[in-house]
């Protein structure tokens, strides 16, 4: 059974960092693709960062620059590290994962992710 586990939000102020983990477990495909996701309640779901089994990296433009997003496959966890942090970044995270290495593709696709977390929220005030 696959499990997803975030950790890592808060409330910052703006120009402040946070780092978001996801612990997950129960899948060993040879291939996979993780993300970053987030949602506010008057947006739809967005792609914030995905990243490969391999270690290829996609970013949205808005965030290209201050996160960052990595895959430690000897704890089973993935990584977004936040930095100067706006208040328009404010919104609940999830961490995705699915089968295959997608790309860029990933990104704008968070319908065919089969895996994801319940959520982390993160608050940015000005």
């Known amino acids: 059974q696959v499990q997803l586990l975030e950790s890592g939000g808060g409330s910052v102020e703006a120009g402040g960092s946070l780092r978001l983990s996801c612990l997950y477990s129960?899948?060993?495909?040879?291939?996979?693709?993780m993300g970053w996701f987030r949602q506010t309640p008057e947006n739809e779901r967005e792609g914030v960062a995905v990243?490969?089994?391999?270690?290829?990296?996609t970013y949205q433009n808005s965030v290209m620059g201050r996160f960052t997003i990595s895959l430690d496959k000897t704890k089973n966890t993935l990584y977004l590290q936040m930095n100067s942090l706006k208040p328009e970044d404010a919104a609940m995270y999830y961490c995705?994962?699915?089968?295959?290495?997608?790309?860029?593709?990933?990104?704008?696709?968070?319908?065919?992710?089969?895996?994801w977390g319940q959520g982390t929220q993160v608050i940015v005030s000005s």
């Open positions: 995705a994962a699915r089968r295959g290495w997608w790309g860029s593709e990933a990104l704008t696709a968070p319908k065919d992710f089969d895996y």
């Open positions: 990243i490969d089994s391999d270690d290829t990296t």
């Open positions: 129960g899948y060993s495909f040879p291939n996979y693709c």
